[in-house]
């Protein structure tokens, strides 16, 4: 059973239009993260979302996390082909110490 | 500061094999994880450690250990090497448990 769900899983889209990446859970998160990975490298952390109905910006991307922290959105705005790549969210469980993954959605912005 | 540093970066095992993934950070941060990706997945927990001496299973355990003597070094132990361990892993660092740090990754083969 995969404890957080990213949808899409895939998402191909032209340059400049909107996007919305979504991160569902049945359970209570303490803190939520969103990471970006390029191929060949790590996750690299992009937001950190802590307290329920928080939205935080990075320029053209905007975070929110679930007014009952169990889920999250990534929002991107005008998208260009430097924003494709793998997007993961993570969650710290509020019982333990774990940060669990989502399997991720890849994200390819078309010239 | 150098980061979190792993090695090897690449290595081929053959079944049975035993091998250690080093990892190093010089942050200072108590919080450390080892995840591994499959091709084109998400990451999966398998161990982590919240401080020096302490040390707890994840996600996926079986097939490895790991052990914490200091607060900079956290090795992951593959005692007998399996096909299903060819993977992508990622050691990670976080001061506090709410975002990670990662390495740039050890790509191994099991024949």
């Known amino acids: 059973t995969q404890l957080l769900e990213q949808s899409p899983q895939f998402l191909s889209i032209q340059e400049g239009e909107n996007l919305t990446v979504y991160c569902n859970s049945s359970s209570v998160f303490s803190s939520l993260q969103w990471y970006r990975q390029e191929p060949g490298e790590g996750p690299v952390l992009l937001v950190t979302?802590?307290?329920?109905?928080e939205v935080k910006k990075l320029k053209r991307l905007t975070f929110q996390f679930g007014d009952a922290r169990k889920d999250s959105s990534l929002h991107i705005t005008a998208a260009q082909p430097g924003d494709t790549g793998l997007y993961l969210c993570?969650?710290?469980?509020?019982?333990?110490?774990?940060?669990?993954f989502g399997k991720g959605t890849r994200l390819h912005i078309l010239p | 500061n150098a980061g979190v540093t792993q090695t090897p970066k690449f290595r081929i095992l053959k079944i049975g094999q035993s091998m250690t993934l080093q990892c190093t950070q010089d942050?200072?941060?108590?919080?450390m994880y080892w995840y591994r990706q499959d091709p084109g997945m998400g990451l999966k927990l398998i161990y982590y450690?919240?401080?020096?001496?302490?040390?707890d299973k994840g996600e996926v355990p079986n097939g490895y250990n790991v052990s914490r003597s200091t607060t900079e070094d956290f090795p992951l132990r593959l005692e007998l090497a399996a096909p299903s361990q060819t993977s992508v892993y990622f050691c990670?660092?976080?001061?506090?448990?709410?975002?990670?740090?990662f390495g740039p990754g050890t790509r191994l083969t099991v024949l």
């Open positions: 942050m200072n941060h108590n919080y």
């Open positions: 450690s919240v401080g020096a001496g302490i040390t």
């Open positions: 990670a660092s976080s001061p506090a448990g709410t975002k990670a740090l």
């Open positions: 979302v802590v307290t329920g109905g």
């Open positions: 993570a969650a710290r469980m509020n019982r333990d110490d774990k940060i669990i």
